[in-house]
């Protein structure tokens, strides 16, 4: 791999910021609370110490096998098992994408422009994105760090100006005693939020840095992400209460049309926010899309465009189809996915520890 196809840390970390989390927003932080009720404060602060540790044992079980992507390291390490459990992620991510995609739809027709039918919505942001996904890593990495800042930024200052209606703060705090069965429920149902976290592992492998360590500044992002999902979760529950959160389709969208500034230059920051939030999903599918592309052909420069094309037909038909049935779509999402993916990473780092293990004893054997 050329210098040239190598990024920064913090593009890595913007990248991955955007790819992850971004898909997620939509339903946040309904599921969880639908698990845990009053005890989902404890499993929304557990989320991202559980990241963490899932993204450190990663690190050191793939230290030993060079590749610039997990496709490549998890065959280089597992041979053909390695290679079916890629593809065991990248069907299971493309099925994410496609209720993520159906749910983006949706939205977007219900809030943004109620008139306008969901699959135009789907086509067109999915089109764009996979063009996006065609393009060199330093170029997809510029743009999620122009627009995951923009977008966090106007996320955080417009949602502080709505901390005024927090109208149940105790509501935020998690319960004591603590009730372990409730909230390992909920922490399951909110691992949906992770589905696409593999693109952190093969991000690392394309930085500039040493090989064999995971950036700063890529830790520094999934602790970012966790603030963010913290805090919307506070604005959230804390302005409607647990119960509505419950019931409400979208709770975070709800509680954002609830901030009123009677200002002309924030209701132009209003429009300017749709607009940003439709680029961030562009680029959580380029970033999604352009990972399928290299898992599934391992090259070493951009996505392949004709896996990348695929990918997108297969999540956009999807999820056309998921628009007929928005109860599965939900369920499949916060639930089914998320059994899934923790599934997936379970086997994976199990095959991957015997592995280890038994490398080292036949190096001590010799």
Known sequence: MSPEDTITPAQAAMIAGIGIVAGGIYLWPQPTIQAGGQTAGWAVLAAGPMMMAALALWNALLRPWRGSDLGTVLSAALGLLGRLLTW??????????????????????????????????????????AWAATLRLPTLGRLAQLWATIAGVLTI????????????????????????????????????????????????RRTNSPFRHVPRAVWISVWAQWALLIWLYALTVGTLGTW???????????VYELIEVSSFLITQVGVLVVVVWTVVFITFWAANMWHIGVLLRGKARAADPRVVLAATALSVALGCVLQLFPAFTTQLLSADLSVAIALWTATSLGCLGVRVLVGRRASLGS
């Open 88 to 129: 065991w992620y990248a069907v299971l991510l493309i099925l994410y994408m496609a209720a993520v995609g159906s749910l983006f739809g949706t939205l977007s027709s219900e809030v943004l422009a109620p008139r306008t039918p969901a699959p135009i919505f789907i086509v067109f942001a999915a089109g764009v994105g």
């Open 157 to 204: 200052a417009i949602g502080a100006v709505g901390v005024r209606n927090l109208h149940w703060p105790s509501a935020t705090l998690p319960v004591i005693p603590l009730h372990l069965a409730p909230v390992v429920n909920a922490m399951l149902r909110e691992v949906y939020l992770w589905v696409p976290y593999p693109l952190l592992l093969t991000l690392v």
């Open 244 to 254: 509505p959160v419950r019931e409400l389709r979208w709770p975070t969208v709800f």
